[in-house]
């Protein structure tokens, strides 16, 4: 407002320069410069001071991870409003999206919230009733995207069942109807991840709509789970989808390569039988990225021998 009152004026000057005596038409025609030269470098000073003011902020962020979880243990009298206050003040805030989960997924412009979640863990079995009154709030249709995200890994985290079948409520109608956004892929996905999470048995929705989906992007996004979870459910939910008639995009299938070498290394499914089941999906042209991926993990490569040869 004060940049353009001061733009005004110096357009003022300018206009009415010409009528102006001879000896106040220099001085008005130098103070109307001197006032668009300050705002535009006012602006520029402006524009240059959020941008490092907002790179300051991102690297703090970063920064406080481990010094999130002990600031809220050096304070542990804090009652659950009080720690979900901070949580929700910091995701609202921010333009990446939170999740308690590592690895976070880079292109979705997610960062993990804090590496340690022992606080977490106490909170949630000390004070569920209230954490879940909180977060029902968090999922409020007219809720912050990031706090929907960070809500729905809470409830999936800790299968809060109390508020699981709202997520579901909410997120399928999207995915039937077809209108999943971009914008929106993040929670719609994470509320039918949550909710599958509480289910019995586990995760049958999620692993039915694995089987089904025709979306490459929400097949990337489930076959990233793994990764961030291993678990046997997920183990058969790969196997299944290897199952399927339906072609399977390139990227999705190195996807999974990776997340079956990260399964395979947690001992949750031997890896090298599941790749030597599909030979219609994993041919010799898959071999190096196999192999590749196999010591990223450190495994290995050489029990992969003889799986990629030609029948």
């Known amino acids: 407002m004060i940049f353009g009152i001061i733009l005004l004026t110096a357009f003022f000057l300018k206009y009415f320069e010409p009528m102006l005596p001879e000896v106040l038409r220099n ?4 103070i109307s410069i001197a006032l668009i030269v300050a705002v535009v470098i006012g602006l520029t000073y402006e524009y240059t001071s959020h941008l490092f003011r907002e790179e300051i902020l991102k690297n703090l962020l970063h920064e406080s991870q481990d010094q999130v979880y002990e600031a809220l243990k ?6 659950p409003d009080e720690v979900f206050r901070l949580l929700k003040e910091i995701a609202s805030q921010i333009n990446q ?3 308690l989960f590592y690895p976070a997924r880079p292109e979705s412009n997610e960062y993990t919230f804090t ?3 022992d606080f977490f863990d106490t909170l949630v079995k000390m004070r569920p009733k209230e954490i879940v009154k909180i977060l029902s709030t968090w999922i409020e249709p007219k809720s912050h995207k990031n706090l ?10 800790y299968q809060l069942t109390e508020i699981a079948e709202e997520l579901r409520r909410q997120a399928e109608p999207i995915l039937h109807l077809g209108l999943l956004t971009e914008e929106d892929r993040g929670w719609v996905l994470n509320y039918i991840w949550a909710y599958s999470r ?7 929705f999620l692993g039915d709509m694995m089987r089904t989906t025709s ?5 990337k996004w489930i076959l990233f789970l793994p990764l961030q979870m291993p678990s046997l459910e997920y183990a ?4 299944d989808y290897l199952e399927r008639d339906a072609p399977i995009d390139e990227d999705n299938l190195l996807l999974v390569i990776q997340s079956i070498a990260y399964l395979h290394r947690a001992q949750v499914l031997d890896g090298v039988a599941l790749l030597k089941k599909f030979p219609n999906r994993f041919g010799p042209h898959h071999q190096e990225n196999v192999e590749r991926i196999w010591r990223n993990y450190t495994l290995a490569p050489d029990e992969l021998k003889g799986i990629f040869l030609q029948p």
């Open 236 to 239: 058969n939910m790969i196997n």
């Open 27 to 30: 001085w008005a025609d130098h």
């Open 215 to 219: 979306d490459p992007a929400v097949e």
């Open 198 to 204: 509480c289910e019995k048995p586990m995760y049958k």
């Open 115 to 117: 590496e340690s979640m």
């Open 74 to 79: 050096a304070y542990n009298v804090l009652t």
């Open 148 to 157: 929907k995200y960070l809500a729905s890994d809470f409830i999936g985290k």
């Open 97 to 99: 999206t939170p999740t």
